[in-house]
T-cell receptor, first 112, second 113 residues
């Protein structure tokens, strides 16, 4: 079956450290992968996308990697801050068209 | 520039009733998708509208239906509500979603009692 898996356990890190979140997928061959941030009671906010022919993408303190052989994307936040605390979702375009399928999300808590 | 606007923000309905949720997409966006999000889960795709037609549909029963109007705004209708329909319903809009991602509204929190 097709799955998009993210760490279900919350990730707790200290301020200033690098947070690394993992997204693994099975039985998909996505051409694009996207990452979103979601705060409690709010809708997801688009952060970054990466294409299958791109190994790495950066935006300010954010970095995303995409390994189509391992079927995995890593999402890094460097110099993390308490304001980065949120749930982070990875998403793939699946089944043709523009249907975006989400993983379950990983909750990140950045502590002082 | 207003983003995606959803109404109402909260709603309480009784089992068996019908509900209509509304969405105004971000200005310039022509594609609207609806998602259902249960607590602690990722959003689940319900369906997508483009040019006033349903283009794709997720694994949701026919009780879930929708509409897109000429101004790109959209409605989600759910008939014969079940307790399990209680969730956050999210609307997302985009222009060229593969390149630009989706803009989400803050959602409608539906509680079925």
């Amino acid at each position: 079956s097709q799955k998009i898996e993210q760490n279900s356990e919350a990730l707790n890190i200290q301020e200033g450290k690098t947070a690394t979140l993992t997204c693994n997928y099975t039985n998909y061959s996505p051409a694009y992968l996207q990452w979103y941030r979601q705060d409690p009671g709010r809708g997801p906010v688009f952060l970054l996308l990466i294409r299958e022919n791109e190994k790495e993408k950066r935006k300010e303190r954010l970095k995303v990697t995409f390994d189509t052989t391992l079927k995995q994307s890593l999402f890094h936040i460097t110099a993390s801050q308490p304001a980065d605390s949120a749930t982070y979702l990875c998403a793939l375009f699946t089944g043709g068209g523009n249907k975006l399928t989400f993983g379950t999300g990983t909750q990140l808590k950045v502590e002082l | 520039d207003a983003g995606v606007t959803q109404s109402p923000t909260h709603l309480i309905k009784t089992r068996g009733q019908q509900v209509t949720l509304r969405c105004s997409p971000k200005s310039g966006h022509d594609t609207v998708s609806w998602y259902q999000q249960a607590l602690g889960q990722g959003p689940q795709f319900i369906f997508q509208y483009y040019e006033e037609e349903e283009r794709q549909r997720g694994n949701f029963p026919d009780r879930f239906s929708g509409h897109q109007f000429p101004n790109y705004s959209s409605e989600l209708n759910v008939n014969a509500l079940l307790l399990g329909d209680s969730a956050l319903y999210l609307c997302a809009s985009s222009l060229a979603p593969r390149q630009n991602g989706y803009t989400f509204g803050s959602g409608t929190r539906l509680t079925v009692v």
